[in-house]
Each structure stands twice: as C-alpha cells, then as structure tokens.
C-alpha cells in the first residue's frame, strides 16, 4: 500500500475529472478552487454543492481539484476562480508579496497540522528529537514552525537534522529515514499509521509555542472582495448551511460524501470524516482579525516575512 497522501487521494482525480461534480446548475458560474483533492476536508463545500444550496445562493459552482496545489491561490488573484481553498500561512507570505488576495472566510478553524513520531519509537517529547532527523514538505514555512516548537523544549534547529521528503510523509517515517516529520494532520496521517499497525505520537502545534490559525480559508481576489460581491457571501452562507448539515447528520453526509465517489469509500476516509466533523467552520464568514495578526506577528518574528502586510489587505468580512 502505497501511503503517502498524495497516492491515496490521487485514486479521487479520475473522478473528478468527470461531469457529475462539475454538472452545471442554473445560475452564476462559480468556480471553487480546491487545495487539493477532495477528501474529508472539503465536506461542507460537498454537502452544499449536493444538497443544492450553491444553486438556492443563486450560484451554478464548479469544484475543481488543482493539477499543481501551488496554483489555486495564484489563479483566483488572477480572476480565473472565484474562490481558492488555502491556507492561513501561504496567504500572509502572498500578502507580503502583494498578491492580491483577500481572506473572506475559513473552510476549517482550528490548526490542523502537526509534528508526528512512532508511539514506539525513542520520541516522547520534544525535547527528544535533539539530534534526530525531521521531515518536511515545504520549506521555509514548516522549519520556522518546528525552530519555534523545539524552542519551546529547548532544543534549537540546529539540533535537529532537516529532511525533505516531499509530501511522503507517513512512509519516510515508517522506513525510518526521520524520526518525525512535520505537517502531518492530525485528522489524516494519524489514522493511516494506525491502520498500518503504527500508531503515531502528535505533538500539537498550538500547543508549542505556534499561535493559533485557521486550518484551511477561502480565498478571492482582493479587489472583489473589496467590492463586496454577493457572489461571494453567498458562496460563504451556501458553505455554512452544508457544514451545519455535516454536523446536524453526519451520517447521512458521509452518504452524500460518496455520492458518485465510490473509490473514497474505506476506512482511512471514514475515521478521517469522524475525525474533520468538530473542526469545519461553523460560521465561515466570521473573522478573528487578532488572530490573524498574531499569525502575522510570529511570520515576522521567525524572520520568513520582513514586516507584517497591513492587515487590512489581506483579511475581510463581507
């Protein structure tokens, strides 16, 4: 079983490929750019899409997978999509840049990723990977988090040996080329140890020393969102109603899930839809402005951004 996260979703691209999810529906074209295949993350935009809310907001949505996971950010601020799944971090570093981007809600608001060890392997804290070896996917962004959370232990990051391994990250650990690896989900990664009878160790960044982010946003072009479009609310409101659906009936949303997405039927999705349920934005709209700036804050005092972006000019309600 091949276990890195882009193989196992990559069995969804064939599929997504096909008209059923892109069907049209009356209204204004819409397109939804995804972060990455669809999996447990985006159920609510799922569940609005199959429940006809999209349609209801006056909305005909196109949920479109990313060929290249860089690009949706990049193509919204281009006008070609109307909103982009991404992340917190990767919004401030195109704010600096000044990419024109805008903010305008959160698919996801809690910190979804983590630094992850073998349960039965030699890491029991932090301070435990001082002179170990630590994958990483995306440079830059993941190392000024682990500098900060082995600072947190007393270790600094030249204790540490940094490894990328792209995005395998579950299979670099269990073939022990790294004693742990960052970036890690903890609704995704953990569980795919655990079926491979591995079970891993998280070490949650919120709790060491990383301030507190939205896991995945919505994203759209900055003068758009400045200009207020309804299209844009109501694509918020639409997300809202599914993700109160996924909640209210989550059963019955994991039906909707697989709804023509047989091939996503198995246990990692199902302990991983279990695992997404409390972490789905229940407001979407809603803006934590202080939040946004203490992210922005520890960019600047891990040295990956010169100088906080105006705030203004990356974060918004509508």
Request: some cysteine; glycine content about 6%.
């Amino acid at each position: 079983m091949n276990l890195s996260r882009r193989a196992l979703l990559a069995a969804s691209a064939a599929f997504l490929a096909a008209p059923s999810i892109l069907r049209a529906q009356a209204g204004k074209e819409f397109t939804v750019l995804l972060d990455w295949f669809v999996n447990p993350n985006h159920g609510p935009i799922i569940a609005a899409q199959e429940l006809g809310y999209f349609r209801e907001a006056g909305l005909d949505a196109k949920i479109v997978p990313p060929t290249d996971p860089n690009d949706p950010p990049r193509l919204v601020a281009a006008g070609r999509g109307d909103v982009a799944v991404s992340y917190q971090h990767s919004l401030v570093l195109q704010a600096v840049q000044d990419i024109p981007l805008m903010r305008i809600g959160a698919l996801i608001d809690t910190p979804l990723s983590t630094i992850t060890a073998l349960a039965d392997g030699p890491i029991r804290s932090l301070a435990d990977f001082k002179g170990k070896r630590i994958g990483y996917s995306i440079s830059g962004i993941q190392t000024a988090l682990v500098r900060a959370m082995l600072n947190s232990a007393g270790v600094t990051i030249d204790d540490v040996q940094m490894i990328n391994v792209n995005f395998s990250l579950s299979p670099a650990l269990l073939a022990g080329r790294v004693e742990g690896v960052i970036g890690a989900l903890r609704n995704f990664e953990l569980h795919q140890l655990d079926l491979e009878g591995k079970p891993g160790r998280a070490f949650f960044l919120e709790e060491h020393g990383i301030p507190l982010h939205d896991g995945l946003i919505f994203v759209a072009n900055r003068e758009r969102a400045k200009a207020k479009d309804p299209a844009l609310r109501g694509f918020l409101d639409a997300v809202e109603r599914g993700a109160q659906y996924c909640v209210n009936n989550p059963d019955d949303a994991w039906k909707l899930f697989l709804k023509g997405r047989t091939q996503l039927d198995n246990e990692l999705n199902r302990r991983a839809w279990k695992s997404t349920l409390p972490r789905w934005a229940h407001s979407p709209a809603a803006l934590d402005r202080a939040r946004y700036k203490r992210f922005a804050e520890f960019l600047a005092a891990s040295k990956l951004i010169a100088k906080e972006p105006d705030l203004d000019s990356f974060v918004m309600a509508l």
